[in-house]
Nanobody, 129 residues
Framework: VQLQASGGGLVQAGGSLRLSCVAS????????MGWFRQAPGKEREFVAA???????????YYADSMEGRFTISRNNAKDTVYLQMDSLKPEDTAEYYC????????????????????WGQGTLVTVSS
């Protein structure tokens, strides 16, 4: 079971990037998937999560500092979760990690985040001023 993140790179402040995370080895359509980030010298922090829903809309939630600038989405047919990042700031510079878990709640709580079932490798986002 693997999560493969991609899409990081160097971008100027105010620019945009879209990260992708592809799951393999397992079907994640019923899993919550999401993103975390870790800047140099800082602790890992929650970015966004999207829970699978049998209804028309997936349940999403974001860290307060990113809501309105970042958008998480998923394509279950491709076992892929995306993070669209707009209006990027230098403080968004970090290694971004994707994760998956059957629990949809509390990803913004460190005690839950550290025990998420599956983690991918990071993809580096660098925002220049």
């Amino acid at each position: 079971v693997q999560l493969q993140a991609s899409g990081g790179g160097l971008v100027q402040a105010g620019g945009s990037l879209r990260l992708s995370c592809v799951a393999s080895g397992h079907t994640f359509s019923s899993y919550t998937m999401g993103w975390f980030r870790q800047a140099p010298g800082k602790e890992r922090e929650f970015v966004a999560a999207i829970a699978w829903s049998a209804g028309s809309d997936d349940y999403t939630y974001y860290a307060d500092s990113m809501e309105g600038r970042f958008t998480i989405s998923r394509n279950n047919a491709k076992d892929t979760v995306y993070l669209q990042m707009d209006s990027l700031k230098p403080e968004d510079t970090a290694e971004y990690y994707c994760a998956a878990d059957r629990n949809p709640y509390g990803w913004n709580r460190p005690a839950i985040a550290r025990n998420l079932e599956v983690w991918g490798q990071g993809t580096l986002v660098t925002v220049s001023s």
